[in-house]
């Protein structure tokens, strides 16, 4: 069974810096990763989509590589901000086409 | 308006109770799913259908049932709640070539339940 990591559980930084968030997968055979955030209280909202075949994806200040031999991906956000404290959960699609695993998120918090 | 819409957003039952979450969605998508989000053990998949026609067991399916009305509607129904079924409860929609890439999905604001 298909197995997400995401280390560390929470993070605290200050304003400006720039951070890496990890995710980990035991099964290789993945279609694709997907990158969230989810604010206290609310839904998940998708942040980054990289398929299998893909290294990586940027929108904005974020940048998701995928390492799929390794059973990596990393979550790059460049210059952080106070709004930018929420949890952030990967989720890998496979080994089996049907199923979505979740990571147990890092809670990442900015202070200004 | 709300891509992924629940409802009720927020319940208190007692053990022993019916309940049932709806989910509706505008986005067109025939993928629709229910997970359940539990401290510490992240998103876990409970059903999912990819059609009308197909409903699919996921990792918890135990003590739910669902029913997938339409290409647009999935409820979720727990026969006779218990206490460890209190959770957030999502919904999620993907499609095979949605905006935003291949089998992305999109997720409701999620329905807090608490069974007593």
């Known amino acids: 069974k298909q197995e997400v990591t995401q280390i560390p559980a929470a993070l605290s930084v200050p304003e400006g810096e720039n951070l890496v968030l990890n995710c980990s997968f035991t099964?290789?055979?993945?279609?694709?990763l997907q990158w969230f955030r989810q604010d206290p209280g609310k839904g998940l909202t998708s942040l980054l989509l990289i398929q299998s075949s893909q290294r990586e994806q940027t929108s904005g200040r974020l940048n998701a590589s995928l390492d799929k031999s390794s059973g990596r991906s990393t979550l790059y956000i460049a210059a952080s901000q106070p709004g930018d404290s929420a949890t952030y959960l990967c989720a890998v699609r496979g080994p089996n086409f049907n199923k979505f695993y979740f990571g147990s998120g890092t809670k990442l918090n900015v202070k200004p | 308006d709300a891509d992924v819409t629940q409802t009720p957003r927020n319940r208190i039952t007692k053990t022993g109770k019916r309940i049932m979450l709806e989910c509706s969605q505008t986005k067109g998508h025939d993928r629709m799913y229910w997970y359940r989000q539990d401290p510490g053990l992240g998103l876990r998949l409970i059903y999912y259908s990819f059609d009308v026609k197909d409903i699919n067991k996921g990792e918890i399916s135990d003590g739910y049932s669902v029913s997938r009305q339409a290409q647009a509607k999935f409820s979720l129904s727990l026969e006779s709640a218990i206490p460890n079924q209190t959770a957030l409860y999502f919904c999620?929609?993907?499609?095979?070539?949605?905006?935003?890439?291949?089998?992305?999905?999109?997720f409701g604001p999620g329905t807090r339940l608490t069974v007593l």
């Open positions: 999620a929609t993907s499609d095979l070539s949605g905006q935003g890439g291949y089998n992305e999905q999109f």
């Open positions: 099964d290789s055979a993945i279609y694709n």
